[in-house]
């Protein structure tokens, strides 16, 4: 059976039963099944509660044996003493997946959670159920219009290509959260959780499969085996871009790690250059991981690491080009065609290298949209940041430049840095990352971003000079 | 004459003139003026163009000379050839300071460009006029709704605390953008451009003086009197907190740095260093140089570097504590008496050693609120952090402990992180804000803000140190 066909029912079900669904807000059962209808999942639905006859409209059984149809995903909300005979339920009625959201597995102090959590898993691998979860937020497939979690904003999430595979529920709000800023959205969120039988790896490995799934993005406390992870990454990064923020480099945060997931955090640094070695992106915030694997789903990867830097102001030039040269990018030099094209195009009160600060261009869209376009077509330009901060002068900017922009990115690396107040230049934003041009709230930001489509071409090109050997 | 008292004309005229005021929005003029009008300065306007009789209502006089009122600032953007006539009517009519808005001195390739500015900075010396500029977007005093700038934009930004003293124009414009997001605002933004006669240093030592400014950031490309500037920051930052955002740290950026301003940049780990010394506490980035500022302008400093993590999700906390840890600050212990409390509040499924995973307790906001309270008096505890990202189940959460985190504000530091969809939990984190507990999107950024404050509190320690040797 193909790894698509395997998952097929967990993220594409046909029917969804919630197991202690609830119309007390205090449980999380409600917000479950709130998820689930008010996210517009358009299979049948079966709330599942001994003590009631209808939630919100919707029939409820007694037990997921009582459903009179199949059911494809359970969605398990039950205190904890209880998994283990839902869990017996589901196998008898040929449940195929289940989101455990239920917490007090192997993540608590006491030992009798591992030992739960092993009895579970032995009832699941048994009847060949795949389990999301324990102690997870739930799972998200944007666009099957799923909302498997507890969290009914998760519907708010745009639909993209980024496929984020999560470690912690906190982390994955914050990332939806997070996007919701721009105009790039999601495949799959799925929480992890403690891992009862579906890991990194697994999800690696259907995500690279995935036609929905672009990039692959990683929040990753400890993993139980960290080998098959690296190994798996490995295969997969030389078809998809995987981007990973691992956390716990340090004792007392490696030893939470440890405490929250059951699972040893292991040696930062060891970890980290296995991921790498693997071809992976590594990063180190958040907000790093949205915005590369917001690049990586965008963007043309670019060929090589010589960069052109465009900037309306000097100062957000300057700090492209800091964040570059920090990380081992070229502020290329032009061709002699090129250069004297872009000394032509601009007075000597501008800064005619790279970086160019547009000088009084940066209120001149046309002026702007030739030096876009010479130095777009320079050998040279691996990738183009431009950068202008919003001022009422230059409100034409965007729209002058944005067509010419669109049609770059087609070609070549194009990223932008555009800030402005919230309202203002909000649709020309909107059009440039439909048209593949990522924007960033700050230079800064921009230029990780491309550092990080800079790291996965260079992954692509050992990739591919070890398989000549 | 006092410092605030040389510079009231400038920060406060009670009338001012643009020279090149224009009603052709294709003309930097004719933005000057909007700025001004519509940011709602209640002093006297006076519009300065030949050509026209009167610009949106306001009469408008043929040169300087011909405005029939005392004139104390002028805000002059009119062709870089036509500036030392303009200066020179400015000197007689006694104007006090004027913000040079017009580019090409020297900043440009040409030498003919510095032989200018050298001229108008004779006549504004001689005349003791101050100048802000030239090749600057300008000024903005929020409190006073001068705006001084061609930006109308810049009026939206929030009163506030946060004095910016700016090298570029572009990284004011993103800075104030940056800071709409959330509820903390600016008493100055001061665009220095191309330093004619006012420098970091004079800014440096007036906002030390000035009583709206609580906290001094400074964005810096190249300075020409370094030695000053680092001894005035390490007299200032005794009393104020300073932050810095010191670019061009490599060659190409660095020689940027040159071209844009006029000035060399130095060599960026010497003038990094020299400043860290001085006690000013510097950053890496545009974000870090806001969230830094909004914290020292908020938060009380805090006495040590002990710092206590409430999360309402583990990965969060895993991440705050990997940022503090990288940056030396230490994960408290508790006190037995804390421990046992925190036991007694926290069921064993929760992490409740630092950092505190709230578990079960991240929708019960009275549980919450215990934990707050409990570790909040523990004296090993110089600074809290707490994160909890929105669930609809924990929706209550940030209502319940709101009250409590703004009572121990007074005492400890406390900094927050609450991501959310945007319109949730809006009013909660204004509350929390205008009570100095300042929130972030990420954690990351929670973190790195404290760990500003941190250094800070260290210079300040080793600045009291060594005055009583």
Chains 1, 2 share one sequence.
């Not at 998809?240 to 440890?258: E, H, I, L, M």
């Not at 640094?269 to 992976?280: D, P, T």
Request: with cysteine.
């Amino acid at each position: 059976m193909s790894i698509l066909k395997e998952y097929e029912p967990i993220f594409y079900p046909s029917s969804v039963a919630v197991v202690g669904a609830s119309s007390n807000p205090r449980k999380l059962g409600y917000h479950c099944l709130k998820s689930l209808i008010d996210g517009g999942y358009g299979g049948r639905i079966f709330p599942v509660n001994p003590g009631v006859l209808e939630i919100r409209g919707y029939k409820a059984y007694p037990s997921i044996a009582a459903v009179p149809d199949r059911v494809d995903l359970a969605i398990v909300a039950v205190p904890a003493p209880s998994v283990p005979s839902v869990f017996k339920e589901c196998a008898m009625k040929g449940v195929r997946g289940i989101v455990l959201i239920t917490a007090g597995f192997r993540e608590i102090e006491d030992k009798s959670g591992s030992e739960l959590q092993s009895e579970i898993a032995a009832i699941a691998n048994e009847a060949r159920m795949k389990v999301i979860g324990p102690n997870t937020f739930g799972m998200v497939n944007l666009h099957a219009n799923l909302n498997a979690s507890f969290t009914p904003e998760f519907s708010l999430v745009k639909k993209g290509g980024i496929g984020l595979i999560s470690q912690s529920g906190g982390v994955s709000h914050l990332t939806a959260y997070l996007s919701m800023h721009g105009n790039v959205g999601f495949s799959k969120i799925i929480g992890l959780g403690n891992r009862c039988n579906m890991d990194f790896a697994d999800m690696l490995e259907y995500m690279a499969e995935d036609p929905e799934t672009k990039v692959i993005a990683m929040y990753i406390e400890g993993v139980d085996d960290a080998r098959r992870l690296v190994d798996v990454a490995d295969k997969v990064t030389a078809r998809k871009p995987v981007v990973a923020y691992k956390v716990g480099r340090f004792p007392a945060s490696n030893q939470a790690s440890y405490s929250h997931t059951g699972s040893l955090a292991g040696k930062y640094e060891i970890y980290n250059s296995a991921l790498k070695q693997a071809g992976v992106v590594t990063v180190y915030s958040c907000t790093e991981l949205f915005d590369v694997a917001k690049a990586l789903a965008l963007c043309k990867i670019p060929s090589g690491n010589r960069v052109v830097i465009l900037s309306g102001q000097a100062g957000p030039g300057i700090i492209v080009g800091d964040v570059c040269e920090d990380n081992g990018l070229i502020l290329t030099s032009f061709s002699k065609e090129t250069q004297e094209a872009v000394e032509k195009l601009l007075p000597p009160v501008a800064m005619r290298r790279n970086p160019i600060d547009l000088g009084p261009a940066w209120h001149d869209s046309e002026t702007c949209e030739r030096l876009v376009n010479v130095v777009s077509r320079d050998e040279n330009v691996d990738a183009i940041v431009i950068c202008a901060a919003y001022a009422s002068a230059n409100e034409p900017l965007l729209r002058g430049i944005g067509k010419l922009l669109r049609k770059f990115a087609k070609e070549k690396t194009v990223i932008g840095s555009f800030p402005s107040p919230t309202n203002v230049w909000k649709k020309e934003k909107v059009e440039l990352e439909l048209a593949d041009v990522p924007v960033y709230p700050t230079p800064e930001r921009a230029a990780k971003a491309l550092v990080g489509l800079v790291r996965y071409s260079e992954a692509l090109a050992r990739k591919s000079s070890t398989n000549l050997l």
